[in-house]
């Protein structure tokens, strides 16, 4: 039984709340503080395909938001492991609102369809654009779930 108070699609996977592992709480959400200023700053450029910037609106705000996160695009489908679980504001605003915007590599795309996949439902997409060792790193982090989102790239206006 969900512990959500909404009622949600089925199409929008696992909503189980999923916590982040005990190494990201202690080693990583302390290294997060520091390096996101830095990290926003590139993230979704061209040529650095460390971070993605992916824009969504607040669920009770509207406020629009800027969050840095690892996604990968492989046609048209966009993953996101999700370090700090499922319960983070952003991935909630993005279930809410049924999507969101991501820069990768300096490319925009309109995302929609949030699916929300444990590591064996994602892992064919995690091999199409993960290397082995950034896989290998999520499962030592104890990255438990993903958010894969159908995508379709946004041309600029002339």
Not at 67 to 87: C, E, W, Y
């Amino acid at each position: 039984m969900s512990t959500n108070s909404h009622p949600v699609p089925a199409s929008l996977g696992t909503l189980e709340p999923v916590a982040p592992s005990l190494v990201v709480r202690v080693v990583m959400r302390p290294m997060t503080k520091a390096l996101n200023p830095l990290v926003s700053r590139m993230a979704g450029r061209r040529h650095f395909s460390m971070a993605a910037q992916l824009g969504h609106v607040g669920r009770r705000s509207g406020r629009s938001y800027v969050t840095s996160v690892g996604a990968r695009v492989s046609g048209d489908v966009a993953v996101i492991p999700l370090t700090f679980g499922n319960q983070s504001d952003w991935s909630k605003n993005v279930r809410a609102a049924g999507g969101c915007t991501l820069r990768v590599n300096g490319q925009d795309y309109r995302a929609t369809q949030p699916q929300f996949l444990d590591r064996d439902a994602a892992a064919p997409v995690l091999a199409a654009v993960f290397s082995p060792m950034q896989r290998a790193g999520f499962r030592l982090l104890g990255i438990r779930q993903y958010l894969r989102l159908h995508v379709a790239a946004v041309t600029p206006a002339p």
